[in-house]
């Protein structure tokens, strides 16, 4: 029983590090988004509030990246190629 978990491991780990690669996906696409400049859509007054949810959102996409590194080799895989 314990063996087949074991076992499975290597897949789960890819399976997480497909998805964290998924969600950096989303959050750089969140921060580039964003309007930088005033204009319809934002006002002046809350610029400086979306410059603030931007530096975040860069922050959280760069601590996921080198998780990413960290997952199994593509070797590892059943198939041996990376699906990401």
């Given at each position: 029983m314990?063996?087949?978990?074991?076992?499975s491991l290597p897949?789960?780990?890819c399976q997480?590090?497909?998805?964290?690669?998924?969600?950096?996906c989303q959050y750089l696409c969140a921060a580039f988004s964003l309007k930088s400049t005033a204009g319809?859509?934002?006002r002046a007054d809350k610029l400086e509030?979306?410059?603030r949810w931007r530096r975040v959102i860069f922050a959280i996409a760069g601590e996921e990246m080198p998780a990413l590194g960290h997952g199994p080799e593509p070797a590892s895989r059943p198939s041996g190629l990376p699906r990401m």
């Open positions: 314990w063996w087949s978990a074991v076992r897949i789960f780990c997480a590090a497909e998805l964290e690669h998924a969600l950096m319809p859509g934002l509030a979306v410059e």
